[in-house]
């Protein structure tokens, strides 16, 4: 238990259903991030915010709409997804993002749009 | 472009020792992350080097050489619960606290 949840743990949706994906953290931090883990590939970073700002949108394309409306709370907004969105999405938090801080995890959720 | 390689499979035996090696070839360095990953779980923090030299703790170490771009994992005294997939991961600078990942080393630990 990272102190990071992500709900829900699998989703699956078509092309044209919109969904959303949560993301808590009961840690105390500033920080929070999106990332994308597909099969073979690196885990990607897709969005940064910080103190509810987003810092950073890592050239996402606009199917993905991130909300941070506090600092404990992360959303990831989905519509009209293409297959090859299937993925592992993982949440993570840390103090804030100055310098190289640790960051948490959540568990993800594992996306498969048909 | 950010470049990290890792091997993408080991397999060790229970008991023994194995080296994960990282290399890295990216625009800035603010220090090199490894996490553990069990498969259906989120990544954990194992260490973090920003100096040169090994970073020792419990049963795994971690060493970074920045001159050569490479660091590596050592995991001692091999388990079957160390079984995992090892992510070594570069900070960069310019704030943000952006890490940039390798694809991963799945590690098998057999008896």
């Known amino acids: 238990e990272t102190g990071v949840t992500q709900t829900p743990r699998h989703l699956v949706m078509g092309m044209t259903n919109k969904k959303s994906l949560k993301c808590e953290q009961h840690l105390g931090h500033n920080a929070m991030y999106w990332y994308k883990q597909s099969a073979k590939k690196p885990l990607e970073l897709m969005f940064v915010?910080?103190?509810?700002?987003?810092?950073e949108n890592n050239s996402v394309p606009s199917r993905f709409s991130p909300e941070c409306p506090n600092s404990s709370h992360l959303f990831l907004h989905l519509h009209t997804l293409q297959p090859e969105d299937s993925a592992l999405y993982l949440c993570a938090s840390s103090q804030d993002f100055s310098g190289a801080l640790e960051q948490y995890f959540g568990p993800g959720t594992r996306l498969t749009v048909t | 472009g950010q470049n990290i390689d890792q091997p993408t499979e080991m397999t060790a035996t229970e008991g023994a020792i194995v080296q994960i090696n990282c290399t890295y070839q990216t625009s800035g360095f603010n220090g090199l992350f490894w996490y553990q990953q069990h498969a259906g779980e989120a990544p954990t923090f194992l260490s973090y080097n920003v100096l040169d030299g090994l970073e020792e703790k419990g049963r795994f170490s971690s060493f970074l050489s920045r001159s050569k771009g490479y660091s590596y994992l050592l995991l001692k005294e091999l388990q079957m619960k160390d079984s995992a997939s090892y992510l070594c991961?570069?900070?960069?600078?310019?704030?943000?606290?952006?890490?940039?990942f390798g694809t991963g080393t799945q590690l098998k630990v057999e008896l």
């Open positions: 991961a570069v900070s960069l600078p310019g704030g943000g606290n952006k890490l940039t």
């Open positions: 915010y910080n103190f509810k700002e987003q810092t």
